[in-house]
């Protein structure tokens, strides 16, 4: 089982409820999904980067990813409705946790000056985004192979809707926010 998901079973959860006077199990905030997403934008001019993004994303999730289309044209961008712009993957249950503990244990370590996540990134629902400017930081990434750096975004969807809740619950996991 996943290291995290026991985690939050025995330790999280009784903290929780203590803290913040939950009187049933159900009610504490947990990680409901993990959004993972690649917005391509030179994928107007070269067909072969979203190839790539989406070879590089399936290997960080062990998902197959969703190409994402646009929605509507903008002639400034030369982009038309339903070009390729992108690709996403929403993460659930056991992956979902695996993916959080190496993001939180092995990636974000390994990034350049990193001094911690901030603790505002939170929107107002309760939910979390973070950015990464490059996927070499994955060690599962082979820097041979990479020909266009590409940042994501990653979206952590937590039931509940206070930010505090939430903020608690991340850094309970062992997320690694600035002072």
Partial sequence: MARL?????????PELMTKFGYKNKLAVPRLSKI??????????????AIEDAVKHLSLITGQKPLVTKARTS?????LRKGNPIGCKVTLRGRMMYEFFDR??????????????LSPKA?????NYTLGISEQLVFPEINIDDVE????????????????EHSFELLKLFGTPFRP
Avoid: C, H, W
């Fill in 74 to 78: 903008i002639a400034g961008f030369k």
């Fill in 103 to 116: 993001l939180i244990s092995i990636v974000l370590p390994r990034i350049k000056d990193f001094r911690g």
């Fill in 148 to 163: 266009f750096v590409q940042g994501m975004d990653i979206t952590f969807v937590i039931t509940g809707n206070k930010d």
């Fill in 122 to 126: 939170f929107d107002g629902r309760g």
């Fill in 5 to 13: 998901l026991d985690l939050y079973q025995q330790k999280v959860v």
């Fill in 35 to 48: 959004v993972v997403n690649m917005g391509v934008g030179k994928a107007l001019e070269n067909k072969k």
